[in-house]
């Protein structure tokens, strides 16, 4: 293959809208972007794929690209010997999911980057994360494991090895994501209880969350499964978890307490230091925890750290048209350095002395620094993460000052030193609008509409329009991943489905409009066409006649962000109520029985999907409010806002039946399905009716008896 013909003869990541794979345009690696170019040039030129998989705000990737990637020497070994391909996770999370898989097999570990060797028909037969330039603590050099690997396959009899190890592993691979139980079963009973009970008992009661040691990663789904829990009857002490939790996750280096919202995880057990990037996913899942929290709990903390996000999300993350980008750097340049190396955290972390930079009264910048503790030594690097570190309570006898004059004294402190930081060289931005990823913002602005201020719902609205408008495609009734810059590109998996239509579904919920819940549904629909397998009795990630990899994976635990299918199951569940046939909520049963064994088995491991099961078990809590929203009862919003309601589906309904029917045509319905069919307003009226498996109260004018009806009835079952 001459020059002129081969593609992997240059770079050709120049040609890619990916932020991440821009960032290795210019390395002298001939990197390939993931297509059948690269692919094929792999097989006419018989030698092994060398492939790196990450994203834009990985700090390890970073540190990679630097040592290996922009050394002359390494790269004439990778260009030589390999077919070298880069992958945005971001992008394509199907290719990550597969070869992660065999990662944490063989190593018991993973990360980001990924670095996988394949053979030319995508078989890997090497496996690891990060691989620093020269040997280092037993881990090989990365120039001296290329070396290795490229001889060997140059020997027939090492080579002959090397393929029989990428099939077996193939093999497990396949058998780790594809595989399904020959005899699906009935779910364990009350799910939820178990996994209450496995949580609570696995919690750090001295610093809150889960795990020893550090790191420290947010754990969502533990925290809504303890308050269902709890709610259903549990131990009260779970409740202590769910706050003890919150508490040092709003309070310490996770969150972001000059501009709201928070980093990826903390790295270290007391949520001290956090790994500073800043993911979309991180910023709507976590306030979901903190608006659960706020209803059960009543701490107005957690509600101010949700505004404070999503001011955050609103300020820094959103395009000028509505969606939202997808990440936050870790990184960035000194302040006297604009142009200079970048370093993690300098945009987030104090001095003594920048305080008093930035705080013009004296007092003020010193009430600043005992408050998070910001001291001379520092916590990272010489500075500061900052943190709550003493209770306002101690500040205001130390200061001889009242409570309420160290909280204004705070508060100018925070404006001034936000204001400061704003002139600092700023982290780079992801600005790929991924569906899935803004469907759950959606979801939460939609959840916060409800709970705290009904201006979210605007938000959320811009948002789905947004992705609407540039990746549905409405005449084929599909969805595309990946907007940048005008660019339109990959198929959708079952993520940016199940994230999108459960955020369209709550924002019907939010706002009564049922060209979202239209929507919802039509995402429903292509879940079940294209996503849903028969025969296995489950859901893929990948769509049908999509991309054929070494194995096509299922997405059942929750990790970085909830799993596509507990989300999945949970969003066709709740569309059941408005359907007029039984498909999705066949679908759903049957996923929820073909993996009841492994759920049961680890329910927390499987969070979303156990919170699936539990729905299915109890049923949802079906609250039809009759009438025109303008027209609620001051006491409806006041309830829902406050009350922690676990399953419950908003079904709004317009008392008039002319609309009712527009209602009809618009959702293609035939017949009202049995959340609205016969449920009328009373006394003209705004009027709502609790539903349980197919138990009513009677129709009531208050949301408060309502409710109390559906508790109780959920308590005798």
């Not at 705000?57 to 970073?62: Q, V």
């Not at 790191?215 to 829990?229: M, T, Y």
Request: proline share 6%; glycine share 8%.
């Amino acid at each position: 293959m001459s020059d002129a013909t081969d593609p992997t003869a240059r770079n050709r990541l120049d040609e890619a809208e990916s932020p991440y794979l821009r960032q290795h345009a210019d390395n002298p690696v001939n990197w390939q972007p993931w297509d059948e170019t690269a692919l094929e040039a792999a097989k006419e030129r018989d030698v092994p794929i060398f492939l790196s998989i990450g994203y834009a705000a990985c700090h390890w990737c970073h540190v990679m690209e630097e040592e290996s990637f922009e050394n002359e020497a390494i790269a004439e070994q990778l260009n030589e010997n390999f077919v070298p391909i880069k992958v945005d996770r971001e992008e394509r999370p199907d290719l990550d999911s597969v070869y992660m898989s065999i990662c944490q097999q063989v190593t018991g570990g993973g990360g980001w980057p990924l670095s996988a060797w394949l053979t030319p028909e995508g078989e890997p037969f090497y496996v690891g994360t990060y691989f620093p330039p020269e040997e280092k603590r037993g881990q090989p050099g990365f120039g001296d494991l290329l070396q290795r690997l490229s001889g060997s396959w140059s020997d027939p009899e090492q080579r002959e090895e090397m393929e029989n190890r990428a099939r077996q592993w193939t093999e497990a691979i396949e058998s780790d994501l594809e595989a399904t139980p020959a005899d699906p079963e009935d779910p364990a009973e009350d799910i939820i209880q178990t996994a209450g009970t496995i949580a609570h008992r696995g919690a750090d009661r001295q610093d809150g969350g889960w795990g020893s040691g550090g790191p420290k990663f947010p754990q969502n789904g533990r925290l809504h499964a303890l308050l269902r829990a709890h709610a259903g009857g549990g131990q009260e002490d779970y409740l202590n978890v769910v706050e003890e939790t919150l508490d040092v996750m709003a309070d310490r280096g996770l969150y972001d307490h000059v501009g709201g919202g928070f980093h990826r995880y903390a790295t270290d057990q007391q949520w001290a230091v956090p790994h500073f990037e800043k993911m979309l996913y991180d910023n709507a899942e976590i306030p979901r925890a903190f608006l659960a929290g706020y209803q059960a709990i009543g701490s107005e903390r957690y509600a101010s750290v949700v505004r404070e996000t999503f001011e955050f999300v609103q300020r820094e993350m959103q395009h000028p048209e509505g969606g939202f980008f997808s990440t936050l750097d870790a990184e960035s340049a000194p302040i006297d350095e604009p142009e200079g190396e970048t370093e993690e955290g300098l945009f987030y972390v104090w001095t003594p002395e920048q305080v008093h930079e930035a705080v013009d009264d004296e007092t003020d910048a010193e009430i600043f620094c005992d408050y998070f503790g910001v001291t001379e030594r520092g916590n990272f690097e010489g500075a500061t993460v900052l943190a709550v570190r003493k209770p306002v309570s101690v500040l205001a006898e130390e200061y001889d000052q009242s409570e309420d004059e160290i909280t204004g004294s705070l508060q100018r402190a925070l404006n001034e030193a936000f204001e400061a930081r704003e002139n600092r060289p700023r982290p780079a931005r992801d600005e790929k609008v991924l569906a899935g990823w803004n469907g759950l913002m959606i979801r939460t602005l939609a959840e916060g509409a409800i709970v705290l201020d009904d201006a979210y719902a605007d938000v959320a609205a811009d948002a789905l329009s947004f992705v609407r408008e540039y990746l549905w495609d409405d005449d084929a009734g599909r969805l595309n991943r990946r907007y940048k810059d005008g660019d339109v590109a990959i198929d959708g998996y079952l993520e940016d489905y199940a994230f999108l239509g459960r955020g369209a579904l709550t924002l019907f919920e939010a706002t009564g409009d049922v060209e979202h819940l239209a929507f919802a549904m039509d995402l429903g629909q292509a879940i079940t066409e294209a996503f849903w397998d028969d025969e296995q009795g489950t859901l893929f990630f990948t769509p049908t006649g999509g991309e054929s990899l070494v194995a096509r994976p299922q997405e059942l635990t929750d990790q970085s962000t909830p799993s596509s299918t507990g989300v999945a199951v949970d969003l066709l569940l709740s569309l059941s109520h408005f359907s007029d046939d039984d498909r999705f909520e066949s679908v759903a049963e049957r996923v929820i029985r073909t993996h009841a064994d492994r759920v049961s088995s680890n329910p927390l491991q499987h969070a979303s999907l156990t919170l699936a099961t539990d729905t299915y078990e109890q049923g949802a809590l079906e609250l039809t409010l009759v009438g025109d929203q303008s027209d609620y009862p001051t006491e409806w919003t006041e309830t829902l806002a406050e009350r922690y309601v676990p399953r419950r589906l908003l079904a709004h309904r317009p008392a008039d039946e002319d609309r009712f029917e527009q209602w009809l045509d618009t959702l293609g319905l035939n017949e009202s399905p049995p959340i609205w069919a016969g449920r009328t307003q009373v006394d003209d009226r705004p009027t709502v009716y609790a539903c349980r498996n197919f138990a009513c109260s009677p129709p009531k004018h208050d949301l408060k008896t309502a409710l109390d009806w559906g508790e109780t009835t959920n308590d005798t079952e």
